[in-house]
């Protein structure tokens, strides 16, 4: 059996809610999703990469929407990692805008941070827009919605 899994990172990749907050976000989340093997915040120190694993399919450049190659993508992930992700802005491939790795387009998304509450086999399907929403309220930030399959 494959795992599932959605982790829920502050668009603001160096934000962390304070305790009070993730807790009361952990125990909707658990009311959201029931059927959840675990519920658990995710804390570190310095800014970590979070994947979609299996439902990885490309990156695009979020100026002019070109793919970007997976290549160039990895060697900017090995330039900007330094005890933590520093999140620099580099200049992409195809237009020379800048933008930081967590700028860019992936489909399926992908994020950083510090913070993450991630479900384990939610077994919910997409997350429904109103409970990101009220997740986004609980937590004080906008949430972007990872899928990983592994
Ligand atoms: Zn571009």
Redesign the pocket.
């Known amino acids: 059996m494959s795992d599932n899994s959605i982790a829920l990172v502050p668009e603001d990749p160096r934000f962390v809610p304070d305790a009070a907050k993730q807790r009361q976000a952990r125990d909707r989340f658990a009311e959201i999703a029931p059927e959840a093997v675990e519920i658990e915040g995710k804390f570190s120190e310095s800014v970590v990469f979070f994947d979609c694993g299996g439902n990885f399919e490309r990156i695009c450049?979020?100026?002019?929407?070109?793919e970007?190659p997976v290549e160039w993508w990895q060697n900017r992930m090995d330039e900007d990692h330094n005890d933590g992700f520093k999140l620099a802005a580099y200049a992409?491939?195809?237009?020379?805008?800048k933008s930081t790795l967590n700028e860019l387009v992936y489909e399926w998304p992908q994020g950083f941070g510090r913070f993450a509450l991630v479900a384990i086999n939610p077994n919910i399907g997409e997350l429904d827009d109103r409970y990101k929403l009220e997740l986004e309220e609980i937590l004080g930030t906008k949430l972007r919605v990872i899928y990983q399959h592994m």
């Open positions: 450049c979020p100026s002019c929407g070109a970007i992409a491939p195809c237009c020379g805008k």
